[in-house]
């Protein structure tokens, strides 16, 4: 019975790709004749997940010329209506679910075509892309209507936005993704310790992303809000993401909504921990990173050996097994601890307090220990153009890690 469900299986899989194939092959020189008239680039944008509808498109505008049609293929979901509907001021640019088959009926034949926007555009080992402002047509508030809109949820304007990922999404969603993702989560009572603090700061404190019921926010000594609080609106999404004070969060697609918005923002509990990961945080961030144990060499690995754990960086993301556990290697969250210094550091840097020596030096000793032959203009690019650093109390903790 299994062998004739896999057989059928696999027979359907290989008229799918057959019939791309000869789709393509057709549809390649129509293309190419009409590409000489009028100009026109064919994409997708997997809409169904937040991380990929905010970056791709981001990028999508950034790598296509004005003068250019673009074509892009959407899922039949949308993960935020509110952000996909904006995107439709941009001119030039159109949408449907037809686009997707075209797209990758042309990329069967030639994933390299000059016809298409390709996946590898989007995921690249390192991005260059976040030096360059968004071109994403951002709606635009007055100060009268944000203080409405926070007034009516009962919100305090000066509010700090947090995030945890953990799998109560990605299992909700299971059928789209198969992929390990454990090693990026964390605890969201990890961040009590930081929630006191910003209480003493009189912040309103609030949790970002889809709440659910089998989340527990009965440990804090303050209101925390939620998506509960705000009725599940897509909007508000956007407009919390954009007006708080600065975000906290880890790595996770919602973080790109901070990078779209080109915001500051604090990252804590990065895993994977290299160069390309650093260059998809928005510019003038703070990173807080976790670290690995190696069972086989019996300690943590340093900040060197953690760029190289996958010499492609994106088979840690793709993994439908713990790409970590495989290597030998535990993931050790960052501590209540480790997050609080590193929001206290945060405040100093939204104040624009000047950076002090001592983590001047720790920061500018990092980067020297990441550096190797190949990758000077990368480390340049991070160091002084995206101008991101790593949470010097943290560096000054694990001096053993350079």
């Known amino acids: 019975m299994i062998k004739s469900l ?11 790709s057959y019939m791309l194939f000869v789709i393509g092959s057709l549809l390649i020189p ?4 009409f590409n000489k008239f009028i100009k026109f680039k064919i994409t997708i944008l997997p809409t169904s997940r937040i991380g990929h509808l905010v970056r791709n498109y981001d990028i999508i505008l950034l790598k296509s010329k004005e003068d250019y049609l673009i074509f892009i293929g959407q899922d039949k979901k949308i993960s935020n209506k509110f952000i996909f509907n904006f995107y439709k001021k941009n001119k030039n640019i159109f949408f449907s679910r037809v686009f997707k088959y075209l797209f990758y009926s042309i990329s069967r034949v030639d994933p390299n075509s000059n016809l298409i926007i ?4 989007f995921n690249p080992e390192f991005s260059f892309d976040l030096k360059h402002q968004s071109k994403i047509i951002l709606p635009i508030y007055s100060k009268n209507r944000i203080s409405e809109i926070f007034s009516k949820y009962g919100l305090n304007e000066n509010f700090v936005g947090l995030h945890a990922r953990n799998n109560l999404y990605t299992n909700k969603y299971a059928s789209e993704d198969k992929n390990f993702h454990d090693y990026r989560n964390f605890n969201f009572i990890d961040y009590k310790l930081a929630i006191d603090y910003l ?3 009189k912040y309103s404190i609030v949790k970002l992303g889809e709440t659910f019921s089998e989340e527990s926010l009965n440990n804090f000594k303050t209101k925390i809000f939620t998506s509960n609080d705000f009725e599940a609106n897509e909007e ?3 407009i919390l993401n954009k007006y708080s004070r600065y975000n906290v969060v880890g790595n996770t697609g919602l973080s790109n909504i901070s990078s779209m918005l080109r915001k500051k923002t604090l990252y804590v509990n990065i895993a994977p921990f ?4 650093i260059s998809t945080c928005s510019p003038g961030s703070l990173i807080l990173p976790k670290k690995f144990y190696c069972t086989k060499k019996k300690r943590f690995l340093t900040f060197k ?3 190289s754990i996958f010499p492609d960086h994106d088979t840690s993301i793709h993994s439908i097994s713990d790409p970590y556990k495989n290597k030998n290697l535990t993931v050790v969250n960052n501590s209540p601890e480790e997050i609080l210094d590193a929001v206290i550091e945060m405040e100093e840097i939204i104040q624009n307090h000047n950076t002090n020596d001592e983590s001047k030096m720790l920061n500018n000793l990092f980067w020297k220990k990441m550096e190797s032959s190949n990758n000077k203009k990368e480390i340049d690019y991070l160091k002084n153009e995206l101008k991101v650093s790593i949470s010097s109390k943290f560096l000054k ?3 053993n890690l350079f």
Do not use: A, P, T
């Not at 290299?274 to 990961?277: F, R, S």
């Open 397 to 399: 903790n694990n001096q």
């Open 6 to 16: 896999l057989k059928n299986y696999l027979n359907k899989e290989l008229m799918k």
């Open 199 to 201: 209480n003493k700061k």
């Open 305 to 307: 050996e953690n760029n």
């Open 274 to 277: 290299n160069l390309g990961v």
């Open 118 to 121: 390709n996946w590898d555009e």
């Open 30 to 33: 129509i293309c190419k004749i």
């Open 236 to 238: 508000i999404d956007y």
